[in-house]
């Protein structure tokens, strides 16, 4: 396989519950005081942004990685029953046939789902675009990561990095 990313945007997705929104920097002040607990950074590290900070991370986030091997695609994630947005999503893809995933739900909404339906919904996007092996970096200390990590059809692997373990799922080869 060719050392490119594959050739993808984030464009919006639908799932049973959620909307999966292109992440846009407009987004940063409805999600500021979603992600303002400093408790999502326990296992992530750093410290909650306020809203123009916020909307300058989007705004670098969606101008595209500098190395254009590399696609960011990132989402806002909107439960549509509350009309809110509650968290984010991400996958990080290329160089090679990898993508990573990644995922923040506000606290207020955690223990309803919505970061599994969203990681599903990811991982099933980045296996429509042909790329074949997704991962996910999950602190073993997260239980709730962990459960939306195997629920969206990851599994632990032995490899490491910075304290997280990898989760990893390969699509099966036509044919096999």
């Given amino acids: 396989m060719p050392d490119r990313s594959p050739a993808f945007t984030p464009r919006p997705l639908r799932t049973d519950r959620l909307d999966l929104l292109p992440l846009h920097p407009d987004h940063a002040a409805e999600l500021a005081p979603v992600l303002a ?7 992530i ?4 942004l306020d809203a123009p900070a916020l909307r300058e991370r989007y705004a670098r986030w969606a101008a595209g990685s500098p190395d254009p091997r590399v696609v960011w695609a990132n989402w806002a994630v909107r439960l549509r ?28 909404w955690q ?7 969203a990681a599903k919904a990811l991982v099933a996007e980045v296996l429509r675009h042909g790329v074949p092996t997704v991962v996910a970096h999950v602190h073993p200390e997260h239980a709730a990561s962990v459960a939306v990590a195997s629920a969206a059809g990851l599994r632990p692997t032995p490899h490491w990095q910075d304290g997280e373990r990898r989760w990893e799922r390969t699509k099966e080869p036509a044919g096999a």
């Fill in 111 to 117: 223990g309803r789902g919505v970061a599994t339906e």
């Fill in 37 to 43: 607990d400093p408790a999502l950074h326990t296992y």
């Fill in 81 to 108: 029953e509350a009309g809110a947005l509650v968290g984010t999503v991400q996958v990080t893809a290329g160089p090679g046939p990898v993508a990573e995933l990644a995922w923040v739900t506000g606290t207020a």
């Fill in 45 to 48: 590290g750093g410290e909650p």
